[in-house]
C-alpha cells in the first residue's frame, strides 16, 4: 500500500554536477520552459490524475530550500499521462499563504500551464536526483504495472513575485527520456 506523500530523497545535484547524460536525457532533464508543454507536444491526448492533495508540515530543510516562514504546505502528487500512459510523477509544496491560493485548487489541471503564464515566474537552477530500483518511489512503479528500473527526476524552486514553491518531476519508465 502506497503512503503519502511519496518520499522524494535522494541525491539532488546542481545540473553543471551531473554527467554521463545522453544528449535525450539530458534535453528532458534541463528543460527550461513548462515540461507540461514539452509532453503535450509529444503526445496526441494529455492528463493529469491527481493521486493526494493534502496539507502538510514542511520539514526544516524543505522550508530551508523554499526560504519559508510558513511551515504548512499543501503536497499535491500527481501523473502527467500521455495517450494514456503515466509518464511523470510529479509532486509540489505549495506553501500556505492568504496570498496565493490560486495554485491550492488545480483540481486535474496541469501546474504548469497555470504557472508558465505568469509573467513574473522565476525558476531556481534545476537539480537531478537518480532513483534506484530500491527507492520507495519504485511502489508506485509498482502499482501502475510498470518496469522497474532506475529513474531521473529534477526539482527546482518555483517564485511568482514573494511566493517560493517546489516542484519535482521524476520520470516514469516509459518517458519518452528514456526513449
Not at 65 to 82: F, H, I, Q
Not at 122 to 136: C, L, M, P, Q, W
Request: with cysteine; proline share 4%; hydrophobic share 40%.
Amino acid at each position: 500500500m502506497i503512503t503519502f506523500p511519496l518520499s522524494i530523497s535522494a541525491n539532488w545535484q546542481c545540473a553543471s554536477l551531473v554527467n554521463n547524460l545522453s544528449a535525450l536525457e539530458q534535453e528532458w532533464l534541463f528543460e527550461p520552459h513548462s515540461l507540461t508543454a514539452k509532453l503535450k507536444s509529444n503526445a496526441q491526448t494529455f492528463s493529469v490524475k491527481v493521486l493526494n492533495e493534502q496539507t502538510f508540515t514542511l520539514s526544516d530543510a524543505q522550508q530551508q530550500l523554499l526560504g519559508s516562514n510558513t511551515n504548512k504546505a499543501l503536497n499535491r502528487e500527481v501523473l502527467l499521462l500521455c495517450d494514456n500512459t503515466p509518464m511523470v510523477y510529479a509532486q509540489s509544496w505549495l506553501p500556505s499563504t492568504q496570498t496565493q491560493t490560486t495554485l491550492h485548487n488545480m483540481g486535474a489541471r496541469p501546474l504548469g500551464d497555470v504557472i508558465f503564464q505568469h509573467p513574473e515566474l522565476t525558476r531556481s537552477n534545476i537539480e537531478v536526483g537518480r532513483f534506484d530500483s530500491e527507492h520507495a518511489l519504485q511502489l508506485l512503479v509498482k502499482e501502475l504495472n510498470l518496469a522497474t528500473h532506475p529513474l531521473f527526476g529534477r526539482r527546482s524552486v518555483f517564485s511568482i513575485n514573494d511566493y517560493h514553491f517546489l516542484v519535482c518531476e521524476v520520470f516514469l519508465p516509459g518517458a519518452y527520456l528514456y526513449s
